[in-house]
């Protein structure tokens, strides 16, 4: 147990824990209803914390962890497959942007299923959505959960319930007491983290591999294939690498807590600074942390458990105080994701469900203790599902990620831009791609050769077109709302 990493993580969740109890104390002081400032912060968000908040809740213990396991077992190929999620931040506000939150202010949305529920007007997609946040995001979450877990436990030598219980205790408090003021400020406080501890791995790691030309050839002498574009024995083939970029780049426009930060920035100017602050932020974490996972074979060429290849290599390469500040940064990509996702998961059954269908007009005290425990509750439900954690996180990880896109992407984009979307085709398209992605993950994984989730989001978008066109068109009303 190296105490110094002990001291430097403790230092740096009681930093969180406290930016949480600062901004409990804002969202009170603040103006406006407590719903909008608990769920949605007041839509006060400036250009670099809006880039910040939008990366860090996207980038995970996929980017940090799994991601970096791949790479060491893949090598280069994996690490320019990692960078179709490059265009990630240009994607979310170039396409859904301006237009989204101009709507989102229109209808007084303040969740991604508010947005569904004015435009579709149908109690059908409403129920349908919310099952399907709570379906895969209690997957979502476990893998963040476990993820956190698993990186304390290395780092601190903590048994793994142990260090679940402290990981997921100071989530939970600080999102509880401090919503989403308290989230987007702990992303923006961890996307500084992030960056500053993936510049001092990469210099760490080709400093004690001696350099680019002698990794290079170690990592060709142990296999030539780990310095192909295409990996390990041709694993990573042209319609994999199409269809990835779809999961990881185009599809993340459907998840919903993602999207919502399209609703809560304060103006153009920083949604087009976040652009570009968001594209070279995302670019240069998965480069860096992708290459350090490819290199690793270099270092450390036999880890048994690939998801441990970025702790492991830090202690090697770093002295402990400087693997402490590095290794609060895959921590902090775990709790920025993870704290997005708990208050998504909250809002669903705080707003979309409670105060839309059963008790419509609460009073804003009672919302306000309701909020706490929905979000406290939620917490420890999905506490007690990481408890007993499957080995393999990246397939978890990916299987949440492509479910929550079959259920948002097209209802969310088609609703926003396509005045001939109604309800009935949104229906179709969220049954559809859900039933066919779930056939595709248990019956047949790479159809014709691509990733699973291609062939029902190709089939939910047909299946939405034709049958939009085959019935009724949306009443006037919401034309007139949405495009007026």
Request: proline share 5%.
């Amino acid at each position: 147990m190296q105490w110094e990493i002990i001291i430097v993580m403790f230092v740096y969740l009681a930093a969180m824990f406290l930016i949480g109890v600062w901004s409990a104390r804002e969202t009170v002081k603040a103006k406006g209803g407590f719903i909008e400032q608990y769920f949605l912060g007041g839509r006060g968000m400036g250009g670099f914390i809006l880039a910040m908040t939008l990366t860090t809740t996207y980038i995970s213990a996929g980017s940090f962890i799994a991601g970096p396991g791949m790479a060491y077992s893949m090598g280069l190929g994996w690490v320019l497959l990692s960078m179709s999620q490059l265009p990630v931040g240009y994607l979310v506000l170039g396409v859904l942007g301006k237009r989204f939150a101009i709507v989102a202010r229109k209808i007084h949305a303040v969740t991604i299923i508010d947005f569904l529920k004015e435009r579709y007007q149908s109690k059908t997609v409403v129920i349908l959505s919310a099952i399907g946040i709570l379906l895969f995001f209690l997957a979502a979450i476990s893998v963040q959960f476990i993820g956190g877990a698993r990186l304390f436990e290395s780092m601190t030598g903590l048994p793994y319930q142990t260090a679940l219980f402290v990981f997921a205790g100071v989530v939970i408090g600080y999102v509880t007491i401090g919503g989403f003021r308290a989230v987007v400020l702990t992303d923006t406080a961890q996307g500084i983290v992030m960056f500053v501890g993936t510049v001092i791995l990469i210099a760490g790691v080709f400093m004690y591999g001696g350099g680019v030309r002698p990794i290079m050839d170690k990592l060709m002498a142990i296999n030539p294939d780990l310095i192909t574009p295409y990996g390990v024995k041709s694993f990573i083939t042209v319609p994999w690498i199409v269809s990835f970029w779809i999961l990881v780049g185009f599809g993340v426009i459907g998840l919903p807590q993602v999207a919502v930060r399209g609703m809560a920035y304060k103006s153009s100017k920083a949604m087009h600074n976040a652009i570009i602050i968001g594209t070279i932020f995302t670019g240069f974490l998965m480069l860096g942390m992708h290459l350090v996972g490819a290199v690793g074979q270099a270092i450390l060429p036999n880890i048994k458990v690939a998801d441990t290849v970025i702790p492991e290599i830090t202690k090697t390469t770093l002295n402990p105080w400087l693997a402490g500040i590095f290794l609060t940064a895959p921590l902090a990509a775990i709790m920025s994701t993870v704290s997005s996702q708990l208050l998504v998961l909250s809002s669903t059954i705080c707003k979309d469900l409670y105060i839309n269908y059963i008790n419509p007009n609460p009073n804003e005290a009672f919302v306000r203790k309701l909020s706490f425990f929905i979000t406290a509750l939620a917490g420890l439900t999905v506490f007690l599902l990481s408890y007993n954690p499957p080995d393999f996180l990246v397939w978890l990880n990916l299987f949440a990620l492509a479910g929550m896109e079959t259920v948002f992407l097209w209802p969310t984009l088609l609703g926003l831009y396509w005045k001939r979307a109604n309800d009935a085709g949104a229906i179709s398209s969220i049954l559809v791609g859900v039933s066919s992605y779930l056939y595709c993950h248990y019956y047949w994984s790479r159809p014709f050769g691509a990733h699973t989730i291609i062939l029902p989001l190709i089939l939910a978008l047909v299946v939405f077109i034709v049958v939009s066109l085959m019935t009724r068109p949306p009443r006037p009303e919401t034309i007139r709302k949405f495009w007026g």
